[in-house]
């Protein structure tokens, strides 16, 4: 499956972005979907997953409130709204893909497969 990130930019501390990850290929509804994000200088983070069905979903403490991930299996496309964006936020977001069952192992980024090409959110103070 390809993956194609679409949504970043600059926004200002407490505003909004939604973030896009589009898939193609075969059976997408099969897949965990997850985003990572990956600051200057930093290790690549766990943002969120969300589950095949999407009735299951994982935020860290970081993040939680304040983001919403989504997916439109129709559409083969998975969402990140990010409300109350911080300077920390700041950061190129990845959308990737797992064949793995939705469990503790989603905030493991090797547990993916697939991995979109990146979108950069700026958050300017």
């Known amino acids: 499956v390809q993956l194609q990130a679409s949504g970043g930019g600059l926004v200002q501390a407490g505003g909004s972005l939604r973030l896009s990850c589009a898939a193609s290929?075969?059976?997408?509804?099969?897949?965990?979907m997850g985003w990572f994000r990956q600051a200057p200088g930093k290790e690549r983070e766990f943002v969120t997953a969300v589950s095949w069905s999407g009735g299951s979903t994982y935020y860290p403490d970081s993040v939680k409130g304040r983001f919403t991930i989504s997916r439109d299996n129709a559409k083969n496309t998975v969402y990140l709204q990010m409300n109350s964006l911080k300077p920390e936020d700041t950061a190129v977001y990845y959308c990737?893909?797992?064949?793995?069952?939705?469990?503790?192992?989603?905030?493991?980024?090797?547990?993916?497969?697939?991995w979109g090409q990146g979108t950069l959110v700026t958050v300017s103070s």
């Open positions: 990737a893909a797992s064949h793995r069952s939705f469990g503790r192992a989603v905030v493991v980024d090797s547990e993916y497969e697939y």
């Open positions: 290929g075969h059976s997408f509804s099969r897949y965990v």
